[in-house]
């Protein structure tokens, strides 16, 4: 099981931050932005055996305020948003692409 109730996951997820906001104030006057995506749960191979089990599958569709998963779309989305010039002053952000997941 993943998320909320492994230590090790929950540290390595927080060190990203954590490096993502260290090295945007490092390198910001190179102006180079460092950012980072959180993915919430994702429709992809490396989640099927969690959305084929219904009462994982729907402790976790209870948890996201949007009840559903996201897609690799969703993801896609936030990228191409850092990668334009729109996010030109946008550093040291950690996005969450969760449908709310952390909003809870």
């Known amino acids: 099981m993943?998320?909320?109730t492994v230590p090790a996951y929950t540290a390595s997820k927080h060190a990203?931050?954590?490096v993502t906001k260290a090295l945007s104030n490092e390198w910001a006057k190179e102006r180079i932005n460092v950012n980072a995506i959180a993915p919430g749960y994702i429709a992809t191979e490396n989640t099927r055996a969690l959305r084929e089990d219904p009462a994982r599958n729907k402790a976790i569709l209870d948890r996201i305020p949007e009840g559903r998963w996201g897609n690799p779309s969703d993801i896609a989305g936030c990228c191409m948003f850092l990668a334009s010039s729109g996010a030109d002053?946008?550093?040291g952000a950690v996005l969450n692409i969760d449908g709310g997941w952390l909003g809870r």
Do not use: Q
């Open 16 to 18: 990203i931050a954590g």
């Open 89 to 91: 002053y946008l550093n």
């Open 2 to 4: 993943r998320g909320i």
